[in-house]
């Protein structure tokens, strides 16, 4: 008897994560019609971003630059790291991880490509401490020599990587993480076409 509830445990356990680390949608288009594509380049839009408990961006920006207005410049920096890190460290990240993950070159995140993957986000949560950074997206894969778009998947509220057990004080290695994560977890689909 307690054999038989430890499987069934283990096997809905085994379940609620994949389903819970796979979080996708499908929006327009299916995986599949990208069976023949091997290369993408990728453009990455944050205009439309939301963050976690607040109304606007700028109403995020505006709470962490009051909390640290004893120290202008300090305040400052975190307003302009706050977008220099998308290009820095997020983007970077997301196409480093890609590529590495195709180990046999099956696919590819590339300079130039008839075919686009841009990545939109819509919500960010940056973590907290011990916490990971979670991020939601919609990513369009479309034909640009016809603008077709092939596929829009949306993947909720993806769980970033733990960097390491201690404290991670930098707000953008949790970022990171989170994108290391969306990256893999658009490539494991990916990997079922090819």
Not at 129 to 150: G, M
Not at 176 to 185: D, I, M, S
Request: charged share 30%.
């Amino acid at each position: 008897m307690f054999k038989k509830l430890l499987q069934s445990l283990v096997i809905s356990l085994v379940f609620t994560t994949l389903g819970y680390s796979q979080r996708f949608k499908e929006l327009e288009g299916k995986f599949e019609n990208l069976s023949a594509i091997n290369s993408f380049k990728v453009e990455f839009n944050y205009k439309n971003i939301e963050v976690h408990g607040f109304d606007s961006e700028e109403a995020f920006l505006k709470e962490k630059m009051e909390k640290r207005k004893a120290n202008p410049e300090k305040a400052e920096n975190f307003k302009k790291d706050w977008f220099l890190n998308r290009e820095k460290y997020y983007n970077p990240a997301f196409i480093n991880f890609f590529n590495t993950y195709f180990k046999k070159g099956e696919c590819k995140i590339v300079d130039d490509s008839p075919y686009l993957m841009k990545v939109n986000l819509t919500w960010i949560y940056p973590g907290y401490a011990v916490e990971p950074a979670k991020l939601s997206t919609t990513i369009e894969f479309i034909d640009t020599t016809t603008s077709k778009k092939l596929l829009v998947v949306h993947f909720d509220k993806v769980i970033g990587f733990e960097k390491n057990v201690v404290v991670v004080v930098n707000e953008h290695e949790r970022v990171v993480g989170a994108f290391e994560k969306l990256a893999k977890n658009l490539a494991i689909q990916l990997k079922r076409i090819y």
